[in-house]
């Protein structure tokens, strides 16, 4: 079975604006070729696909959490297509969530695995290369590889179940975010955030 990267399905994520793991399974699906993954995720989503990342998310919300004891706070930017979206209390509370679970998750740098610049990964598989020195050479690569996936899931923002999974049912922010777009019909974005800790 051919391996899946992250490019694969961000690349067909933004063609198709399906999910994140929609687009990965339907990459499985189709063995890695993204014109197959298209036509299965066509099947899947019919009309809707495509429609809603192609529109612009240009209007949204600023949300932040502060902690109850005042040594950690965060500011998030959620964004979707219309004002009325905007100022909807779901989407507001969406944010908030997310700006909470994200003062919860210190490790977290980045919204997307994407979003990762080529030199931090670089320098983690170096570290992930030293560690895996003892193990035989045929299966360091896999090795390596294991620990990459397992480091960008905890360091990116969509990859995270989010930390009060008994209330959103052990689903991942992307998962989270998903389901808000389809309820909204919206292509709702998680742009950015910044987390503010004491004497960090």
């Known amino acids: 079975m051919s391996t899946i990267s992250a490019s694969d399905v961000a690349a067909l994520r933004k063609q198709t604006g399906a999910g994140m793991m929609d687009c990965k399974k339907a990459l499985e699906e189709a063995g890695g070729d993204l014109e197959k993954a298209v036509e299965v995720l066509r099947v899947k989503m019919g009309n809707k696909l495509g429609k809603l990342a192609d529109r612009e998310a240009g209007e949204g919300t600023v949300?932040?959490?502060?902690?109850?004891?005042?040594?950690?706070?965060?500011?998030?930017?959620?964004?979707?297509?219309?004002?009325?979206?905007?100022?909807?209390?779901?989407?507001?509370?969406?944010?908030?969530?997310?700006?909470?679970?994200?003062?919860?998750?210190?490790?977290?740098?980045?919204?997307?695995?994407?979003?990762?610049?080529?030199?931090?990964?670089?320098?983690?598989?170096?570290?992930?290369?030293?560690?895996?020195?003892?193990?035989?050479?045929?299966?360091?690569?896999?090795?390596?590889?294991?620990?990459?996936?397992?480091?960008?899931?905890?360091?990116?923002?969509?990859?995270?179940?989010?930390?009060?999974?008994?209330k959103y049912e052990g689903k991942t922010i992307e998962q989270l975010r998903a389901d808000l777009s389809a309820k909204t019909g919206e292509n709702v974005v998680?742009?950015?955030?910044?987390?503010?800790a004491v004497g960090e």
Request: with cysteine.
């Open 63 to 166: 949300q932040s959490y502060i902690h109850a004891n005042g040594k950690v706070g965060v500011l998030v930017e959620v964004d979707c297509n219309t004002d009325f979206v905007a100022k909807n209390d779901e989407f507001i509370a969406f944010a908030r969530e997310i700006a909470m679970h994200i003062a919860a998750s210190p490790q977290t740098k980045v919204v997307s695995p994407d979003d990762v610049a080529e030199e931090d990964k670089a320098a983690e598989v170096r570290v992930f290369e030293q560690q895996a020195a003892d193990k035989p050479e045929n299966i360091r690569p896999k090795i390596v590889e294991g620990m990459l996936n397992k480091w960008l899931g905890e360091v990116s923002l969509l990859n995270q179940v989010h930390v009060n999974a008994d």
């Open 190 to 196: 998680i742009r950015r955030f910044t987390r503010f």
